[in-house]
């Protein structure tokens, strides 16, 4: 069973700098993509970043491009979000994302649907 866990989240200040992580498991799972989305409270979820395994290709939405940081470390099945420049408009419950389909080492998947398995959320809060 493929399990994601997110960590890292918290409260900030406004033009500070969190990290988020995010954990697979499940002993032979390799992704063919991983992504992070965000929900602010009253909208629907939306995507924020996500990478290519195999390749590294990177897509980032125009909210968050330039400011924050998608990378993965293959060997520890882990992906990361360096996000820099916080401002209150980032508040968010963000949600760690894996696509497990063979669409290919460049493709990279940015719709919800695309992604066949979640992480709990974890909550991160900018303050003006």
């Known amino acids: 069973q493929v399990r994601l866990a997110e960590s890292g989240g918290g409260l900030v200040q406004a033009g500070g700098s969190l990290r988020l992580s995010c954990a697979t498991s499940?002993?032979?799972?390799?992704?063919?993509?991983m992504g992070w989305f965000r929900q602010a409270p009253g909208k629907e979820r939306q995507f924020v970043a996500s990478?290519?395994?195999?390749?590294?290709?990177?897509v980032y939405s125009e909210a968050v491009r330039d400011r924050f940081t998608i990378s993965r470390d293959k060997a520890e099945r882990t992906v990361f979000l360096q996000m820099n420049s916080l401002n209150p408009e980032d508040t968010a419950v963000y949600y760690c994302?894996?696509?497990?389909?063979?669409?290919?080492?460049?493709?990279?998947?940015?719709?919800?649907?695309?992604?066949?398995?979640w992480g709990q959320g974890i909550q991160v809060t900018v303050s003006s």
């Open positions: 994302a894996a696509d497990q389909d063979n669409s290919g080492d460049y493709y990279v998947p940015v719709e919800e649907y695309e992604y066949d398995f």
């Open positions: 499940g002993s032979t799972f390799s992704p063919q993509a």
């Open positions: 990478i290519s395994w195999a390749s590294g290709i990177i």
